[in-house]
């Protein structure tokens, strides 16, 4: 039985875990792209942020600690929400199959680098609006 779910189930595992890191890249663009519009927007807030005596690392920082909270809130909600859904398809899965999957079925493995994971692609797609922020000229703004 293990040679058949290294036949079958094997490529199955490859080929989702290669479409969760394209939608995780989509993700990633999608957060910079948003940030970066946001950034245009707010200059004149980051701006008063730096008059009122906040630092060129502060803002960095605001913005990267924006990217990464978008981030893992969005992670977060895929996490619940795929749990939930097999949670909800467990019955059906487990007449044919016999394989019991409740809310909490972990995958160790590989759920155990969603957060870290999802931190590096937040602070990522971060760094070009956070260094547009950076730059942001004070007297030009105001």
Known sequence: IFALL???IEPVQWALLILTLLVCVVSAVSILVSIYNSMNERTRDIAVMRALGAS?????????????????????????????IAALASPMIEGRTGVKISFLSIHYPNELWIIPSLVVIGVLAGLIPAFVAYRTDVSKSL
Do not use: M, N
């Open 56 to 84: 060129r690392d502060t803002v960095l920082a605001v913005i990267l600690c924006e990217s990464c909270l978008i981030a893992v809130c969005g992670g977060l909600l895929g996490w619940v929400g795929g749990h939930a």
């Open 6 to 8: 290294q036949i079958y």
